[in-house]
T-cell receptor, first 116, second 113 residues
Framework: AQSVAQPEDQVNVAEGNPLTVKCTYS??????LFWYVQYPNRGLQFLLK??????LVKGSYGFEAEFNKSQTSFHLKKPSALVSDSALYFC??????????????FGQGTTLQVKP | DGGITQSPKYLFRKEGQNVTLSCEQN?????MYWYRQDPGQGLRLIYY???????QKGDIAEGYSVSREKKESFPLTVTSAQKNPTAFYLC????????????FGPGTRLLVL
């Protein structure tokens, strides 16, 4: 079955330190992978996506993610965290083997807390 | 939140009542989606539509209905058959299905009186 796992419910980092939010996936074909961020009582904002090509994807607000096919992972990273990065982060995958429906499978989310 | 609007921001439902959540987009997107968000469970797909006058059930369609009479509009009705409707509802749209990014509206929080 297709699935996305975010193994950490919460990640705590100090401002200025690097951050990593983990994501692993399981799909039947080649994945399209996405990261979104959600601030309280708001919709999801798109950060970045991996479709094909370079395994390191750069996105909005200084975030980047590395696609690792052998480890089936797509971890979100940022070299220097800001307090304003504190939010709920979602990883999602679309299995291109499922046809052209565009259906996304979401992880359960990881709360990032950046402390001053 | 781009060019996707959802209304109302908060909605209260009484027992046995049907309520309709509005979703409008001015992005000229073909595909539209409805998701339900519950704490600790991520987002789950309720319904999606790839073109006007066509829609498909997602993973949790029971107790919900939709229509797609116009490209820019995709309203969701939460019927009385949905026994646990309290949740945050998110609408999304994309240029077309496939690799295109889905963009989300600001959401509607539905509460039961």
């Amino acid at each position: 079955a297709q699935s996305v796992a975010q193994p950490e419910d919460q990640v705590n980092v100090a401002e200025g330190n690097p951050l990593t939010v983990k994501c692993t996936y399981s799909v039947s074909g080649n994945p399209y992978l996405f990261w979104y961020v959600q601030y309280p009582n708001r919709g999801l904002q798109f950060l970045l996506k991996y479709i094909t090509g370079d395994n390191l994807v750069k996105g909005s607000y200084g975030f980047e993610a590395e696609f690792n096919k052998s480890q089936t992972s797509f971890h979100l990273k940022k070299p220097s965290a800001l307090v304003s990065d504190s939010a709920l982060y979602f990883c999602a995958v679309r299995d291109i083997g499922s046809g052209n429906t565009g259906k996304l499978i979401f992880g359960q989310g990881t709360t990032l807390q950046v402390k001053p | 939140d781009g060019g996707i609007t959802q209304s109302p921001k908060y909605l209260f439902r009484k027992e046995g009542q049907n309520v309709t959540l509005s979703c409008e987009q001015n992005l000229n997107h073909d595909a539209m989606y409805w998701y339900r968000q519950d704490p600790g469970q991520g987002l789950r797909l309720i319904y999606y539509s790839q073109i006007v006058n066509d829609f498909q059930k997602g993973d949790i369609a029971e107790g919900y209905s939709v229509s797609r009479e116009k490209k820019e509009s995709f309203p969701l009705t939460v019927t009385s058959a949905q026994k646990n409707p309290t949740a945050f509802y998110l609408c999304a749209s994309s240029m077309r299905t496939g690799a295109e990014t889905q963009y989300f509206g600001p959401g509607t929080r539905l509460l039961v009186l």
